[in-house]
């Protein structure tokens, strides 16, 4: 399977730099975000179809905005004393995660 090589949804939230991102243990529905803001986001990547925006920074070749759907932010996790550097999941869904 190739790589993808165009952005599928923007996930909007976060307050700072995203120094971390993991997927959801199988199937991999959802998308974890850890960043300086010392908060994990959880996201549902596939975004529905009331959330699409163009974005501005994607021009396509006749300089005309495609349009790149929203993802969807489900839940913000900001109990964290530190910066979010890495996150992971375990195949039981159970979260680690690691600040300075």
């Keep these: ?24 243990a199988s199937p991999g529905t959802y ?10 986001r959880l996201y549902n990547p596939q975004p529905s179809a009331a959330n699409h925006h163009p974005s501005s920074s994607h021009l396509s070749k006749k300089g005309v905005s495609p349009v790149i759907p929203e993802g969807r932010l489900i839940q913000t996790y900001s109990a964290h004393g530190y910066e979010v550097l890495s996150l992971s999941v375990s195949p039981t869904r159970a979260l680690c995660v690691r600040g300075r």
């Design 1 to 24: 399977m190739p790589f993808p090589d165009k952005p599928v949804a923007h996930l909007l939230g976060s307050g700072g730099p995203v120094h971390a991102l993991a997927y959801s």
């Design 31 to 40: 998308v974890l975000a850890g960043s300086s803001d010392r908060s994990v």
